[in-house]
């Protein structure tokens, strides 16, 4: 209990915890929301990274699973009348079918290369044009949440943003831990073989068109139900904003700058560049839009030059250090 | 029945046909050698009879299965494994878990998986290295971690594309020495090697390629007499020193 790899990551989840609740006090609602969006894209990448990370096919479409996930779960909110986890949990079962029929054409292509990226791409923009021409919920006019009593059943919650932070958390975690446990398993094995080498990997027995769609059905389960959470989040979105191409790309680039293929890598990413885009966006207001891109281009080439595993390797190596010094001075106390 | 057979396979690669009508038998049991200059079609064999490839024409049955058609993975799950000419590993996983991949090792408890990939750690001399990344082995190292992987996987058949290359001389030994006792195991071989005093001392019968065709196949003593082999080898007019 006493020893510091025990009490410092359990400091970093209380504070985490309750930082919120200090802010909700004693800062801004601004505050909390750059929270939310930093729980909220780090699950968004983490999502990413089981693909793109783990398995190494690069998508750079997963902006389709996150808007079918809102889409599929608030219209059904909207016609039938069913709670809003439930619809949740329809918006990300329905993104994950799409995702692997989408998948099955677009894995058999060995080496998750630049065929691979092309394909997701051109899927998600034909997904947002569809929504946005055959009038699917509305068309480009977009889709409004009615207002609801404010209620954790509801998923509504007007007079404080703090329960919207404590539920990405939570699925944030939650996300981590099953990503965790999956990739303890023999799908982990074979997940990072394929990415390794794929034909390594299939002369050894793994049916890697199999595991290429497990990994994306997982990954776009996740990512729809971050779509659904910012639905309720909103309360309002149209297909400009649930299917644009920027958010694939940020997802790709959280994982990436934080570290692909690491558990805790999007994390990482999504601390470092949600804040500096959500500041940049209030700070500079309407001039200077696409700063925060521009400063995203930056980190990525110097990040790519310096530490191409990403930021972890070096948020590992200074945990390391503080883990020691800390063990150091309690054996000398 | 045989445990392979090959019949009449053709692969053509543009205007090069790089395997040309080629038949031949595998015995449960055995080890053959499969030789040939440069560009002979080898490789091609292997690919051919893995999946990575699919045939012009032709058919190869395993154990009696026609097996065209299959992938890769479905011919591995059959039980044949092979390695690669240019050697393949698993780069970014620790040399211990590259032997725990093989989807094979579903069917063994946690503790008998390892305890097999520490024994084969010990077979090819890696077990000091298990907890390295494999990309940080040398060349001969990665070959050695390839060959442990293909028997990790317990397969009937093992083709092997040219084993030795990257060895060291005392380690080529070792390794041929192991492939005969495996063998008395039960396990066939079939392997690619340019290395010729080994694959004279291993095998029990070489089949000669040239062009994509089958020119000899026999004993070691008998290949190394036969006209059609060496002039494949070493030119036509050539004579060779008793």
């Not at chain 1, 998508?59 to 779960?73: L, R």
């Not at chain 1, 404590?166 to 975690?173: N, Q």
């Not at chain 2, 095998?203 to 070691?220: F, H, N, P, Q």
Request: glycine share 10%; hydrophobic share 45%.
């Amino acid at each position: 209990m006493s020893s510091p790899s025990f009490y410092i990551p359990t400091t970093i989840l209380a504070l985490l915890l309750f930082l919120p609740l200090f802010l909700w006090n004693f800062g801004s609602p601004f505050q909390i929301h750059v929270m939310i969006m930093v729980c909220f894209y780090a699950f968004l990448g983490t999502a990413w990274n089981l693909v793109g990370g783990y398995v190494g096919q690069v998508s750079i479409g997963h902006s389709a699973f996150y808007g079918i996930g809102a889409y599929v779960a608030t219209l059904a909110f909207l016609e039938y009348s069913i709670s809003p986890w439930l619809c949740m949990f329809l918006g990300a079962i329905s993104a994950a079918i799409f995702a692997v029929s989408i998948g099955v054409p677009s894995v058999r292509f060995r080496g998750g290369g630049a065929f691979f990226a092309l394909v997701t791409i051109a899927f998600a923009e034909t997904v947002r044009l569809v929504f946005l021409n055959l009038k699917i919920g509305g068309g480009a006019a977009g889709v409004w949440m009615p207002v609801l009593p404010e209620s954790f059943l509801n998923f509504q919650f007007h007079s404080s943003k703090v329960p919207y932070y404590y539920i990405i958390f939570g699925f944030l975690l939650a996300e981590i831990f099953i990503i965790h446990r999956i990739l303890k398993s023999r799908w982990g094995y074979y997940f990072v073989a394929i990415r390794e080498d794929e034909i390594k990997a299939e002369s050894v027995g793994i049916n890697t068109t199999k595991y290429k769609l497990i990994a994306i059905f997982i990954s776009a389960f996740f990512t729809a139900i971050g779509g659904v959470f910012y639905a309720q989040y909103v309360l309002y979105f149209d297909p400009f904003t649930v299917f644009p191409l920027e958010l694939s790309v940020y997802m790709v680039l959280v994982a990436t700058i934080g570290g692909r293929g690491t558990l805790l890598g999007p994390v990482v990413g999504s601390f470092i560049l949600t804040p500096i885009s959500e500041y940049t966006r209030v700070w500079l207001g309407g001039s200077f839009r696409g700063l925060s891109l521009t400063v995203y281009g930056i980190l990525l080439m110097v990040i790519v030059i310096i530490i191409p595993a990403g930021l972890i390797v070096w948020v590992k190596k200074g945990y390391r250090v503080i883990l020691d010094s800390l063990s150091q001075s309690t054996k000398h106390d | 029945m045989a445990l392979l057979e090959v019949k009449n396979l053709k692969k053509s690669f543009g205007g090069i046909q790089a395997v040309n009508d080629c038949s031949f038998k595998i015995e449960d049991g055995c080890i053959y050698g499969l030789i040939g200059p440069n560009g002979s079609g080898k490789t091609t064999i292997f690919n051919l009879i893995t999946g990575f490839y699919k045939e012009d024409s032709g058919d190869i049955f395993f154990r009696g299965e026609r097996i065209n058609g299959l992938k890769p993975y479905q011919r591995t799950e059959r039980g044949i494994g092979r390695t690669f000419q240019l050697v393949r590993v698993f780069r970014k996983m620790k040399v211990l878990d590259n032997l725990l991949v093989p989807p094979h090792l579903e069917k063994l408890d946690k503790e008998t998986r390892l305890q097999k990939a520490i024994d084969l750690l010990k077979f090819v001399e890696l077990e000091r290295l298990k907890d390295e990344l494999a990309e940080n082995l040398s060349f001969g190292q990665q070959r050695l971690l390839e060959f442990a992987i293909v028997l990790m996987q317990d397969p009937d058949l093992i083709l092997l594309d040219e084993p030795t290359s990257g060895v060291n001389p005392a380690l080529i030994k070792k390794m041929c020495d192991n492939i005969k006792q495996l063998c008395k195991e039960g396990k066939t071989f079939l392997i690619i090697e340019h290395n010729i005093p080994a694959i004279m001392d291993t095998c029990g019968t070489v089949i000669v390629l040239d062009y994509g065709r089958k020119i000899a196949e026999g004993s070691g003593a008998d290949i190394a007499k036969d006209e059609r082999v060496i002039e494949a080898y070493l030119g036509a007019g050539a004579e060779v020193h008793k």
